[in-house]
């Protein structure tokens, strides 16, 4: 409880701020549908044909999933605050329509005809009369609207619009509990306190307080509330970094710690930054050095030149009762030893995730260019176990070591591919359920072994120490045995659009942070 | 004062009133008698142009009633109706006010032909002006009715079953009453009614319909002494009722 909130206390300015922008988004993207939802159901009201259609299609909105909404945005307007309004306002159309349509449908006949013969017309009827007696079920409409988009504006953190959704998928990514309470009890606060002043509202007597007057108050609150809202400013460069990146010490942190980099950033999901980098939203994102989006975007990865990204380097981890009892398994895995760097690794991983190719395929190929190719055996001296964690470079990897055991030894492969994440596939080795799988060392260091962090920052500063790290301490702690290097780091990285970073002359993160400098200063 | 000639309506084919023709006198009280669906309700409802006419002319004071714009139209004639189709959401003084609001009364003004009418209708001022319609009885609640209709002082009164709502002897006790008001003595006033007892009680004439038609229109004593045919006697017992 304490520690929550002292993690209060210590992010009190961004709370304060994320929680105004969450507002806003709400505020705003409410405002906007009252300001389209209820003529549009005024309009259904008088015209019941177009009800089905106008209910119908505000109804079809409702029901695509948030994310999907907001990654729709993105080619029609970008990341930040306009898309995430724009998906939110869509969002609060149904029911402000709806309700409209009710409470004007709702009002007694008797009391319009009885309106009409006094002489008002219809302007008149609709101010005086019908907007006055539906106004509780309109505003109930309102309400509900709201209490969806407070929840909903918490998914616009992942196109970079900002709000609450921040604290709670960094907390998620970084395992924070106290850092997703910070963004989620807040946001139920919100939740609960529009409800109750709509609520208010609701029993408010709206003739006393003139109508226009309301409107024209709630309208002007909303303004304020959309000119708080962060604004893209153009000229100096845009980083995008998701929120576990932005948590990190050896993400963020220690980019302005290490490097003093001094850069503008927005908080983005991973699924949509990309795509926001090659529709020119952002400049710089952070990711892994072997992605195949590197690739298929057009990116360059920038160099790390102070080592504060630990390195990743992927080798197979391997049981040494498996060795012993197969001796020929070193020789033959350790034959892809150093022979695949970041860009063949990356390659690889395109040519599966956006040309659609079976790992198998893709391996196969690979190993026949580098002649190392050789057809099975007869896989009669016994069996391996492979596994491997669910993602693309994982598979092709084990495709690429089960082709070599059957084609250099006697022995057959069984792999065990998409065991989830690091904890089970270490279990399961560790367990004597498969025999093998590849690992990188910052894994090994950072979740298997977590050392004190003093250790972790000495020894992050070169591959050679954490690798002969992970290897001591997994063969003495668990007699598992770390074969040598395949050659590639997939570790965090920052990547620019090759264009852009040409055009700048930007290589490493140095560069980047000097170019920041000689501009932020002019 | 209120001239309708041939005046035929239909809706989807179905003929609701055909071919009629009379005419209202100043400070005459023609009342619209028959049964329910005879197109009573329709004929007073074509008055103040709340429905259209299929053909016909209705003139008020020499004027077509479609040459005038609606609004202005209905303002200048009194409607009152059986549901009383009182503002729930407008105090008794409020909807009293309706009418002389739309026509940019000072305020002073209106507020004191609202005391004066309430008092007129029976009504206290003090005690009920600022009361919301449902906390009145129903007896009350159509004095309320009658008030507000006469507001700015129309010279017409359209009234489509006033006392239709009310218990026989808060019905009979109104009427009374009603009769004695003598603003309304002065109106030329066209009622609804298929009550016989409010025909007779409150009639100049009464203008008798059946299936769209007019029967019979009258005095009260043509009526009743000289009925044209069987229905209008029958009718005229009660024997509808």
């Known amino acids: 409880m304490n520690a929550f909130f002292e993690f209060l206390q210590s992010q009190s300015d961004k709370l304060i701020q994320q929680t105004l922008t969450h507002i806003s988004l709400t505020m705003v993207s409410v405002m906007i549908a009252i300001v389209i939802g209820v003529p549009l159901g005024i309009l259904v009201a008088r015209r019941p044909k177009l009800a089905g259609a106008v209910l119908g299609s505000a109804g079809v909105m409702q029901t695509i999933p948030s994310i999907a909404l907001l990654g729709f945005m993105i080619p029609l307007l970008g990341i930040g605050p306009q898309p995430a309004i724009v998906a939110l306002f869509l969002y609060a159309l149904l029911p402000i329509i709806r309700n409209t349509y009710t409470g004007i449908t709702g009002v007694d006949a008797t009391v319009i005809e009885a309106a009409r013969g006094l002489g008002m017309s219809s302007s008149q009827i609709l101010f005086k009369v019908e907007l006055p007696l539906s106004m509780p079920v309109l505003i109930a409409g309102i309400r509900t609207a709201t209490v969806i988009n407070v929840g909903v504006a918490t998914l616009a953190a992942y196109i970079a619009a900002g709000g609450l959704g921040e604290f709670i998928f960094g907390g998620i990514a970084l395992n924070n509990t106290n850092m997703i309470l910070a963004g989620a009890i807040p946001a139920a606060l919100l939740a609960l306190l529009f409800d109750f002043l709509l609520s208010r509202l609701q029993k408010f007597n709206w003739r006393k307080y003139k109508l226009k007057a309301g409107i024209i108050g709630i309208a002007a609150i909303s303004l304020l509330f959309f000119s708080m809202l962060p604004s893209a400013t153009k000229g100096k460069l845009l980083a995008g970094f998701t929120p576990e990146f932005m948590g990190r010490t050896d993400g963020y942190l220690g980019l302005k710690e290490h490097y003093h980099l001094n850069i503008r950033t927005v908080v983005i999901n991973d699924a949509v930054m990309y795509q926001a980098m090659y529709e020119g939203k952002l400049d710089v994102v952070s990711g892994y050095s072997t992605d195949g989006r590197i690739r298929s975007y057009n990116l360059v990865t920038l160099e790390d030149d102070r080592h504060i990204f630990p390195p990743y380097f992927a080798a197979p981890v391997i049981r040494t009762s498996a060795l012993e009892k197969y001796p020929e398994l070193e020789a033959t895995l350790n034959l892809l030893a150093g022979r695949i760097n970041d860009s063949i690794m990356t390659m690889l991983n395109y040519r599966v995730d956006f040309l659609k190719k079976a790992p198998a395929t893709v391996a196969r190929e690979f190993l026949e260019t580098q002649g190392l190719y050789q057809p099975p055996r007869s896989g009669s001296k016994g069996m391996v176990r492979i596994g491997s964690k669910i993602f693309t470079e994982q598979y092709i990897l084990v495709e690429m070591y089960k082709m070599l055991i059957k084609g250099y030894t006697d022995l057959d492969v069984s792999s065990k591919t998409g065991l989830g994440g690091t904890k089970i596939c270490f279990d399961a080795l560790v367990n004597d359920q498969i025999d093998l799988y590849p690992e990188y060392t910052g894994t090994g260091l950072l979740v298997i072994l977590q050392p004190p962090a003093i250790l972790v920052s000495e020894l992050t500063k070169s591959k050679d120490s954490v690798y002969n790290y992970v290897r001591e301490q997994f063969l003495r702690q668990y007699d598992l045995r770390w074969l040598q290097p395949i050659g590639f780091n997939n570790a965090y990285a920052l990547m620019m659009r090759k264009g852009t970073a040409e055009e700048l002359q930007i290589n490493s993160i140095s560069d980047l942070t000097a170019y920041l400098e000689k501009n932020n200063k002019r | ?241």
């Not at chain 2, 003929?15 to 197109?39: M, Q, W």
């Not at chain 2, 209705?58 to 200048?76: T, W």
């Not at chain 2, 006010?97 to 739309?102: E, F, R, S, T, W």
């Open chain 2, 1 to 241: 004062m209120i001239e309708v000639e041939h005046l035929h309506k239909s809706f989807n084919g179905t003929i609701a009133v055909r071919d009629i023709s009379f005419e209202v006198n100043k400070g005459e009280n023609l009342i619209l008698l028959g049964t329910s669906g005879c197109g009573k309700t329709t004929t007073l409802r074509m008055l103040n142009r709340l429905i259209l006419p299929t053909s016909g002319n209705i003139r008020i004071n020499g004027q077509d009633v479609r040459s005038a714009q609606p609004e202005k139209l209905r303002r200048g004639i009194g409607y009152v109706m059986q549901q009383t189709g009182l503002f729930p959401h407008y105090t008794v003084a409020e909807n009293i006010a309706i009418v002389p609001k739309l026509e940019k009364w000072p305020k002073e003004k209106i507020a004191e032909r609202t005391r004066t009418l309430m008092q007129k209708l029976g009504l206290s001022y003090e005690e009920q002006a600022h009361m919301f319609p449902h906390e009145l009885s129903g007896g009350q609640q159509q004095r309320v009715g009658i008030a507000r209709a006469l507001a700015a002082d129309p010279p017409i009164l359209l009234m489509d079953e006033p006392f239709g709502a009310l218990d026989p002897i808060t019905r009979q006790k109104i009427r009374n009453d009603f009769k004695e008001v003598d603003e309304l003595k002065r109106k030329t006033i066209v009622m609804v009614t298929h009550d016989v007892q409010d025909a007779f009680a409150l009639a100049s004439r009464i203008c008798l319909m059946d299936k769209g038609s007019i029967v019979q229109l009258g005095t009260p004593e043509e009526l009743r002494e000289q009925p044209v045919n069987d229905f209008v006697s029958r009718f005229l017992k009660g024997e509808y009722n």
